[in-house]
Every structure is written in structure tokens, then in C-alpha cells.
């Protein structure tokens, strides 16, 4: 089969597309059909290597112990193994490739993909393959932060960077719980986000919300492009900061650790300031549930996957050109 191979850390213009062995099927996996895979800023993590903390997180100190990239993807079950009780042969699916626990490349960028059952589910058969393939990590990402679900009903949220893969889930999943939604983002993604349901928006460009006027319930903060105390000004005494954080693909030129002191830090004044903790009593959801959660949020039309682009598997260096280096509204997606 075809295949995106990564023989070691660097550029991804040291990608290679190349015939490359079937995977084998285990007990518990279902061999998929890759129809679509998305590309996000951990795949350029993982690509680069950086920061090289993160290689000791499951991928590899030296070079990837999976050579090819990709996690998310959406395709048709081509065969399933024998303790597979989920799926069966044609049935189209989307999820990731490894547990989200797990910092390593996953197979995605190829024509077949060996998955683990617990990690997929049905496509809903009013998106497309494209759609879907976009939506797992950043989903998960979103989910596992926004665990409070209904309990957002009538709240004030702010989502600053709205307008990319998280954001504009984050903006959607948050509306379809009751939310009060304020989106953050440049001049040119206002209509988007007003189209997926802001009741207002900020164009960064001429306007910093940290010195407005509005208290929030809760700040869903991509980029972090606002130290936590500019965001505390905005925040209710009993707010919530969440922080995703972005390296801006090596922008930041932190190598070793890149951001994740500043994660340390949030964590430990988390034991001090109430906005940065966690909602109390509500445990992390697993991989299947969130994927649940999804599913029914894609079949139910309260989430609308934004595709920027998509490139064929052959043009995966234009794809990355692309994520890096234009302002993108939405995900950049391979199709195979």
C-alpha cells in the first residue's frame, strides 16, 4: 500500500511517499480503509521532533517508532479481527489511531490503517469522509475540557482562536450545551464564526478582550496568546480558565520543553487559584464516550466540521507549507 513514511525527525519536506507493507490486524482491531486524515499541530510535532520532551512521551527519542504520521482519519472497514464485536466489513468509520494518552505517530497517513475498536466509531452518514477526519483529536481536546457539559447552560464563554480545528468546535460544543458564546479571531474569520452560532465575536486585530468589560464564566483559550493574568481581569471570581496552548510550530523557540513549564506553573497555582482548576467531581471522559459524544453531536447537526483545504496523499508537502504558513479557517485535510 501507499504510505507516508518518516525515517527520522526534522522537516517534513523529509517526508517520502513510499509501497510500504499492509498492516497486520490484531485481535481487538479493525483494518480500515483510509478515505480521509487530518492534519493538526501535533502531527507537526511529531514530524519535527519538538520539543524533544515530548520524545519521551511514546514516539521515540531518537527517531519514530511508528514511521508514519497521521492520527485522525475516517474511512470504510475493510476486515476486522476476531474479538471485534463492534464493526463489521463496510462499515464507515472516523477516530483516531492511538489512545490520546499516547504521544506517537499513528498510521493515518497511508491507504490502510489498523485501529483499535474502543478508539472508533460510526460515521454519521450526514458528513463526509473529510469532515470526519477532522473532528476526533480536536473533539477529544475539547471534551475532556469542557466536561461540565450541561452545567454551561446560560454561562458567558469566551473561546479565543475560534476560528481553527479546536476553536471551532469548542465555539459549537459549547453552544449546543447553552452556552453564551464569544468568539475570538482575525477580521477574516467573523462571518464564519457567526455563521457556526457567536453570539458575538472579537476581531483580535482591534480589539483585545482581556481589557473589556464582560465577566466570563469561563475562557476556552487556544493560541495563550494573553498571559493568565490579563485573562483573570475578564474572568468571574468563580470562572474557569482552560488553556490549550499552541507552539506555533516552533514559533516560541523553546526546543527542549517549548510550553510545557508554563503548563507546570498553571498547575501549580491551580492549587491556590480557583479559576484554574478543574470542574470538581466530573472525572475525564474515556476515548469511547467522548467518540459517543461526537457522533451524536455530527448526527444531530449541532457541530459543522470547518475543512480549510485538502490535498491528495502524493501533495502531503503542500499540505504542511499550507498549515504552517497561511492563516487557515479550519482544518487541512489528506485524501487518499
Known sequence: MKAIVQEKYGSF???ELRQVEEP??????????????SMHPDVWHLVSGRPYILRLMGAGFSRPKNPTPGTDMAGVVDSVGAKVTRFRQGDQVFGE?????????????????????GLLALKPHNITFEQAASVPTSGFIVLQNLREGC???????????????????ALQIAKAYGAQVTAVDSTGKLDMLRS?????VIDYTRQDFTQGDIRYDLIFD???????????????PDGRY??????HFGGSGKRVFGIVPYFLSLMLKARFVKQLQGPRGIPLPSRPETMAVLRTFLEAGKITPIIDSCYPLDEIHEAFRHMIG???RGKVIITM
Open 13 to 15: 519536506d523529509d517526508l
Open 24 to 37: 497486520v490486524v490484531g485481535d481487538d482491531e479493525v483494518l480500515v480503509r483510509v478515505r480521509a486524515a
Open 97 to 117: 489511531t492511538v489512545d490520546a494518552y499516547t504521544w506517537s505517530n499513528g498510521g493515518a497517513y497511508c491507504e490502510y490503517v489498523s485501529v483499535p475498536q
Open 151 to 169: 452545567q454551561l447552560k446560560g454561562q458567558k464563554v469566551l473561546v479565543n482562536g475560534a476560528g481553527g480545528g479546536v476553536g471551532s468546535l
Open 196 to 200: 457556526l452560532g457567536a453570539d458575538q
Open 222 to 236: 487556544v493560541p495563550g496568546n494573553h498571559p493568565f493574568s490579563a485573562c483573570k481581569r475578564v474572568l468571574k
Open 242 to 247: 482552560v488553556l490549550i496552548g499552541h507552539e
Open 326 to 328: 497561511d492563516e487557515l
